[in-house]
């Protein structure tokens, strides 16, 4: 097997593809036979040593993977060698060969590529999460994403669509902008240049929106509770703000870390508001209700309701450019390591 080891923390130079054997599956194991690996921001947070949840350097990161089976072991009944498949991992998941229990091994929808596969897990399970089990998102209610262009925003869009009379505001560079206007997108910010949360209380004439959805964290956190209409909810799910360049700055992290604001229950009570967060990898306690929700993506995938934007794939060598592009904020959609 090949696979992308993070040799220490640093720049997307610290990256190195070697070889091992490959793995055995144990029991209620399946092993994959990787085509396409989703590559996300926490990938990129782990490599330079800012992702608390990622193990140690030396180590290989990576959420998800499709491709085929090509093993099973002892108790596995619901999967067969040559089923295509696409799976969470825990970690490892940047590899050409996986082993994966079988619990977060699903079956590819009919019509489903394997970059197709490795491109949902994360970011639509993440998006859903927010929107439909934590978000509460209602028929006519406003939303604000952040990194409209990014995988999870991209999903994010695609889902929030499918409530009816929703009112999509996104950040996004102008470079993107027509892109996520087409992908269903209402008001695009270029948050570059403008204030996001004046625009959006210009545009809402003052009385902002019901649902938040900020990987930015920070003082960002504070401007987008102070964006919530009454029963309006504040979803975090990643810490950006946190990365300022190839490398890890303890100066940067430390400054964002004191940027986070404190929500007091109290306040919380007297507006009328909720905060919540999103972590998919501390959700391995619950396979049945991840399970459900991945059944609800595989149809809604199926009726032709959400298709994964794949902007650009990069062969497993190439992991060091490809972490690069995510971090210059090239991307719009999904980025994939092929094998």
């Given at each position: 097997?090949?696979?992308?080891?993070?040799?220490?923390?640093?720049?997307?130079?610290?990256?190195?593809?070697?070889?091992?054997?490959?793995?055995?599956?144990?029991?209620?194991?399946?092993?994959?036979?990787?085509?396409?690996?989703?590559?996300?921001?926490?990938?990129?947070?782990?490599?330079?040593?800012?992702?608390?949840?990622?193990?140690?350097?030396?180590?290989?990161?990576?959420?998800?993977?499709?491709?085929?089976?090509?093993?099973?072991?002892?108790?596995?009944?619901?999967l067969a060698e040559g089923d295509e498949v696409s799976s969470l991992t825990r970690f490892g998941g940047h590899a050409d060969v996986v082993c994966a229990p079988q619990v977060n091994v699903r079956k590819r929808a009919e019509g489903m590529t394997a970059e197709q596969g490795a491109a949902i897990p994360v970011n639509y399970l993440t998006a859903y999460f927010m929107i439909h089990r934590m978000g509460s998102l209602h028929p006519g209610d406003a939303v604000l994403i952040h990194m409209a262009?990014?995988?999870?925003?991209?999903?994010?869009?695609?889902?929030?669509?499918?409530?009816?009379?929703?009112?999509?505001?996104?950040?996004?560079?102008?470079?993107?902008?027509?892109?996520?206007?087409?992908?269903?997108?209402?008001?695009?910010?270029?948050?570059?240049?403008?204030?996001?949360?004046?625009?959006?209380?210009?545009?809402?004439?003052?009385?902002?929106?019901?649902?938040?959805?900020?990987?930015?964290?920070?003082?960002?956190w504070k401007k987008g509770y102070d964006l919530l209409r009454a029963g309006g909810r504040l979803m975090s799910f990643g810490f950006a703000n946190m990365v300022g360049g190839e490398r890890r700055s303890i100066i940067r992290a430390l400054r964002q870390f004191l940027s986070v604001p404190k929500f007091s229950p109290i306040a919380l009570m007297n507006d009328n508001r909720q905060v919540g967060g999103v972590n998919l990898g501390h959700l391995w306690d619950e396979p049945e209700m991840v399970g459900e929700m991945l059944e609800e993506l595989a149809r809604l995938f199926s009726a032709g309701k959400i298709a994964p934007h794949v902007d650009k794939t990069f062969p497993l060598e190439q992991a060091a450019e490809a972490h690069r592009y995510i971090q210059e904020r090239k991307n719009i959609g999904k980025v994939l390591l092929t094998t």
């Amino acid at each position: 097997m090949r696979a992308v080891w993070i040799t220490r923390w640093g720049g997307p130079e610290v990256l190195e593809v070697r070889e091992a054997p490959d793995p055995e599956p144990k029991d209620g194991e399946v092993r994959i036979r990787v085509a396409a690996t989703g590559l996300n921001f926490a990938d990129i947070m782990a490599r330079m040593g800012l992702y608390p949840d990622g193990p140690k350097a030396p180590c290989v990161v990576g959420y998800e993977v499709a491709g085929t089976v090509d093993a099973v072991g002892k108790g596995v009944t619901d999967l067969a060698e040559g089923d295509e498949v696409s799976s969470l991992t825990r970690f490892g998941g940047h590899a050409d060969v996986v082993c994966a229990p079988q619990v977060n091994v699903r079956k590819r929808a009919e019509g489903m590529t394997a970059e197709q596969g490795a491109a949902i897990p994360v970011n639509y399970l993440t998006a859903y999460f927010m929107i439909h089990r934590m978000g509460s998102l209602h028929p006519g209610d406003a939303v604000l994403i952040h990194m409209a262009a990014g995988g999870v925003g991209l999903a994010a869009i695609e889902l929030c669509k499918l409530v009816d009379g929703v009112t999509i505001f996104g950040t996004a560079s102008p470079g993107k902008h027509d892109f996520i206007r087409e992908r269903g997108c209402h008001h695009p910010i270029d948050y570059r240049s403008k204030d996001y949360a004046e625009e959006v209380r210009r545009i809402t004439d003052g009385k902002g929106v019901r649902l938040v959805l900020d990987p930015l964290g920070g003082k960002d956190w504070k401007k987008g509770y102070d964006l919530l209409r009454a029963g309006g909810r504040l979803m975090s799910f990643g810490f950006a703000n946190m990365v300022g360049g190839e490398r890890r700055s303890i100066i940067r992290a430390l400054r964002q870390f004191l940027s986070v604001p404190k929500f007091s229950p109290i306040a919380l009570m007297n507006d009328n508001r909720q905060v919540g967060g999103v972590n998919l990898g501390h959700l391995w306690d619950e396979p049945e209700m991840v399970g459900e929700m991945l059944e609800e993506l595989a149809r809604l995938f199926s009726a032709g309701k959400i298709a994964p934007h794949v902007d650009k794939t990069f062969p497993l060598e190439q992991a060091a450019e490809a972490h690069r592009y995510i971090q210059e904020r090239k991307n719009i959609g999904k980025v994939l390591l092929t094998t």
